[in-house]
């Protein structure tokens, strides 16, 4: 059951963002389509939440406009966003997942099945019913993607989904995010950790201090950066 | 000491007038806390998630009202509910029922100003959350409710707790009329004003005991609901 209209391509065009004043996002224009994960790559600072809290509408930028499959209406229809520290609901793993497809307006007789095959799909079908804030950093992660599954997104923003996890924790997240990559949703998701990109990226967007710097093909990225910036980035060089 | 023995005999004695006082006490006021939290709860959270001109001003005023005196409470609806009081017509001064409008009043502010609170802070935590979901407006109301509900028990026992201790506004409406509207705390004042003090320390220990099980019940509740939900 396929929603009629599309959040995708996702547009920004000359996007600028301000806080009081400091400018945190500098006219960037970027077009996202879909395809292989884009991965938003660069230090800390350099805006990438904002970026993904403006591409999911959760902020509006001050100057330039974002736009979801033409529309710039910011309701979410297809598209779904993973935080860093994704917010628990005070109830049960499964009731958590209901309430995403309760709000997602899944059919009441559709939902019980749906439930069990999205933990199963996270890998959680076990913990259905404990409470969701007794999960440890690594399952309320996949219990989160499994909540941003159940929009049935077309697109799929995540903001360093594994900063806090272990490596384990890591590699549940990072092969959930795959699957779902490889089933055409498409990735967008922020990173500071090289390997990482190394292991989903399809392209890059490497951004310093608001702007966008440098975009590609991951490959050619990581491997022949034609910035200096994104060399001393992949050196290891604190990039300021 | 002898006055408090005596007290714990007229409990223990099991007295009929002493447990329909109790009864009533409890009737009037659990009532008054289902009927403030119906409507305190829903404009507490209304409050919390709107902006408009004027909302701070409101707020201040709400969390004021918290201090309403029972006595200008009781003494605003009795003018309501006298014979020539718009709502005279009615007939119901100096009846229980006049005695629960009284202490709603009276603890609606408290209710409505604690889930302001309650639901303001949860919302900065769920704001980004319940937006990239889509959760329509009266959606995120009842949604914060729920998801509050441990905390917002500590509203409910405020409630109760001025309600079952308020002595001004039940006096006035209800006239602490011997076996139909003498609830606890109008019998503690008439007791000890007539010198008969054994019983009105029976009353007021049987208060205490009572509000501290209430208490003590929440507490358990809201323990073993936390283990079942987080």
């Given at each position: 059951m396929r929603a009629p209209s599309s959040d995708l391509p996702l547009v920004l065009d000359n996007v600028s963002l301000q806080a009081g004043a400091t400018t945190i996002l500098d006219r960037l224009s970027l077009t996202i389509t879909p395809g292989t994960p884009t991965l938003i790559v660069g230090p800390n600072g350099s805006g990438k939440t904002t970026l993904l809290r403006l591409c999911m509408g959760l902020a509006l930028p001050s100057a330039g406009r974002v736009s979801w499959g033409g529309r710039a209406d910011s309701k979410p229809v297809r598209r779904a966003i993973l935080f860093q520290r994704p917010v628990m609901l005070r109830r049960t793993a499964a009731a958590n997942v209901a309430y995403a497809l309760a709000q997602a307006r899944t059919r009441r007789s559709q939902r019980a099945e749906r439930i069990a095959a999205l933990l199963q799909r996270v890998g959680l079908a076990d913990l259905a019913h404990r409470p969701a804030r007794k999960l440890s950093g690594g399952e309320q992660q996949r219990l989160a993607l499994a909540r941003a599954l159940a929009r049935d997104p077309e697109i799929l923003l995540l903001d360093e989904?594994?900063?806090?996890?272990?490596p384990a924790a890591t590699r549940g997240v990072e092969e959930i995010i795959l699957m779902a990559a490889q089933s055409g949703i498409k990735i967008v998701m922020a990173s500071h950790d090289l390997g990482q990109v190394r292991r989903l990226a399809g392209d890059v967007v490497f951004l310093v201090r608001g702007g966008l710097c440098e975009q590609g093909k991951a490959a050619d990225f990581l491997d022949h950066p034609t910035t200096r910036e994104a060399a001393a980035f992949l050196r290891g060089d604190l990039v300021i | 000491m002898s006055d408090e023995l005596s007290a714990w005999q007229l409990i223990l004695n099991g007295d009929p007038a002493l447990f329909a006082i109790v009864r009533l006490s409890l009737a009037v006021s659990l009532s008054a806390v289902v009927l403030a939290a119906l409507a305190g709860m829903p404009l507490g959270a209304l409050l919390a998630l709107t902006r408009f001109p004027g909302r701070s001003m409101l707020v201040v005023l709400l969390n004021a009202l918290m201090g309403l005196p029972p006595v200008v409470v009781g003494l605003a609806v009795y003018l309501l509910l006298s014979r020539s009081g718009p709502l005279g017509a009615m007939g119901i001064l100096f009846t229980p029922t006049a005695m629960v409008i009284a202490q709603t009043i009276l603890i609606v502010p408290i209710i409505a100003a604690l889930t302001r609170q309650t639901v303001e802070d949860l919302w900065a935590e769920y704001r980004d959350e319940l937006t990239a979901m889509d959760v329509s407006p009266a959606g995120r109301m009842t949604t914060l409710l729920w998801d509050a509900r441990f905390s917002l028990m500590t509203a409910l026992l405020a409630g109760f707790g001025r309600a079952a201790a308020e002595v001004g506004a039940v006096m006035i409406v209800g006239g602490n009329i011997d076996g139909f509207t003498r609830t606890m705390t109008t019998a503690v004042a008439l007791e000890t004003s007539k010198g008969n003090l054994p019983l009105a320390m029976g009353l007021g220990l049987v208060l205490v005991a009572i509000v501290l099980s209430i208490n003590a019940a929440a507490w358990g509740t809201r323990v073993w609901s936390e283990r079942q939900a987080g």
């Open positions: 989904p594994t900063a806090s996890l272990d | -």
